[in-house]
């Protein structure tokens, strides 16, 4: 089954063509980073307009570099939610209009679970795909070599998304855990901007870690200095599988104010009115690294990564434990952390228990997650109405634990 899915809840605007929800035949991205970059963030307005520039040449070029033409599509898709409603509007108007028109089955997809069927895409190596033949919609979606395997723990970060699910099954999933303010990439995103590191703020915080662990490598030093050169506090909320990024996000504020300015301390420790013991303890350290010349920003954006990367390793090993999985799951933008990635096969190699994740490119928004996401549903035989909306506040369809 060829799917053809559109993926415009944000930022990018992507069409991609699948096959059997694993094999890809074409994916096309628009982005739009360059342009939000000047504003440090998404501006919604701007991000809907440009999706309506971008849908109708998004899905032609998917269409070319799968070398297919509407005839030889069985079915289109497109995310609903969640997201920004005017972006999400112009994809999923896109796909109704085409699937109206060619008389084809459609399907609105969540677009938080099409992260987590990015892990069902198999990169260009499995190209050449079989023939093009027109398969019925049949009840036949028994998983194949290379599938993950359930049940399995999936970490869901993106930038305005941290969840720990246990997903028992196709479409089966219970929430062990959420952020309790900001998402994962929410704060790589905020930190990025403190940092002047730009947007978005994820690829720009791990580039800067990195640079600052190699520089320390080729002085034959430990990168583990870069990583705990601040110490910045972990929100373990222990007993839950709960998450939370804000604390972590004022103490870089402090931190990095402290470190531009000549004397940090009694100025920041006036500003936060005598909060006083923690403030002042971040803010010495920033004092410090004033004094040795200027912020170390590698060393902050290291620091910081670490931070981030311990919780969500370690929740995310206790998770596995307890429900005793024997896979492990990685979705969303901030699963292309490199650190993470390392960090939780470190956690869960010694436990047997297998973790995988998307190619980076499958990782931050594309269309061809939406694609492998709608053929397991349209595989049991759903579809959506045209009277669908978008749902800018979806979350995934939580069962019980
Ligand atoms: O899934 P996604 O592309 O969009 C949403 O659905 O939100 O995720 C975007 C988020 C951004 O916050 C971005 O900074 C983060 O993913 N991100 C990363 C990395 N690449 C993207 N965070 C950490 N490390 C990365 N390498
Ligand atoms: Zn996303």
Same mark, same amino acid.
């Given at each position: ?11 990018? =605007?992507? /069409? ?41 040449? !998004?899905?032609? =070029?998917?269409?070319? @570099? ?13 995310? $609903? ?57 049949? =009840? ?15 970490? !869901? ?12 099954? #196709?479409?089966? $999933? ?55 050169? $601040? &110490? ?45 013991? @923690? ?39 206790? /998770? ?33 228990? &297998? ?21 397991? #549903? ?24």
């Amino acid at each position: 089954m060829r799917v053809l899915g559109i993926e415009s809840s944000c930022d990018e =605007t992507g /069409a991609a063509i699948v096959q059997d929800g694993r094999y890809l035949l074409s994916n096309v991205v628009a982005s739009q980073v360059e342009i939000h970059n000047r504003y440090g963030g998404v501006v919604p307005e701007v991000a809907s307009r440009q999706q309506l520039a971008s849908i109708l040449p !998004v899905i032609e =070029t998917a269409l070319e @570099q799968a070398h297919c033409s509407l005839d030889e599509i069985d079915a289109i898709a497109a995310t $609903y939610g969640p997201g920004l409603a005017g972006s999400l509007l112009v994809g999923l108007t896109a796909g109704k209009a085409l699937a109206l028109a060619r008389n084809l089955p459609f399907l609105g997809v969540n677009h938080l679970e099409a992260h987590i069927y990015a892990n069902w895409l198999r990169k260009g190596a499995t190209l050449p795909v079989p023939a093009p033949e027109k398969t019925a919609v049949t =009840t036949n979606w028994a998983p194949i070599d290379g599938d993950p395997t359930f049940p399995l723990i999936c970490l !869901v970060i993106s930038g305005a998304h941290s969840e720990l699910v246990l997903v028992r099954g #196709h479409g089966d $999933y219970a929430l062990l855990g959420h952020t309790r303010d900001d998402a994962a990439g929410e704060a790589f995103d905020k930190v990025a901007r403190i940092l002047g590191l730009g947007y978005p703020g994820g690829p720009a915080i791990q580039q800067a870690a990195q640079d600052a662990e190699t520089e320390l490598q080729q002085q034959q030093k430990s990168v583990a200095f870069a990583r705990s050169a $601040y &110490r910045l506090p972990r929100a373990w909320l222990r007993g839950t599988y709960d998450f939370s990024f804000s604390g972590l996000k004022t103490a870089m504020l402090h931190l990095a104010e402290g470190a531009s300015t000549p004397q940090p301390l009694s100025r920041t420790a006036e500003k936060a009115g005598g909060v006083g013991k @923690q403030v002042s303890q971040y803010t010495r350290m920033g004092a410090q690294a004033a004094q040795r010349g200027s912020p170390n920003v590698g060393f902050l954006a290291a620091s910081f990564q670490e931070a981030v990367v311990d919780v969500l390793a370690v929740k995310t090993r206790l /998770a596995a434990q307890e429900y005793h999985v024997k896979q492990v799951v990685l979705a969303g933008g901030v699963a292309a952390n490199l650190s993470l990635r390392l960090r939780l096969e470190q956690e869960l190699l010694p436990l047997r228990i &297998r973790l995988s994740y998307p190619p980076i490119e499958f990782c931050t928004d594309n269309a061809a997650m939406i694609a492998s996401a709608a053929f397991f #549903h349209l595989r049991q035989g759903e579809s959506s109405g045209f009277d669908l909306d978008v749902h800018p506040g979806l979350s995934l369809p939580f069962g019980k634990k």
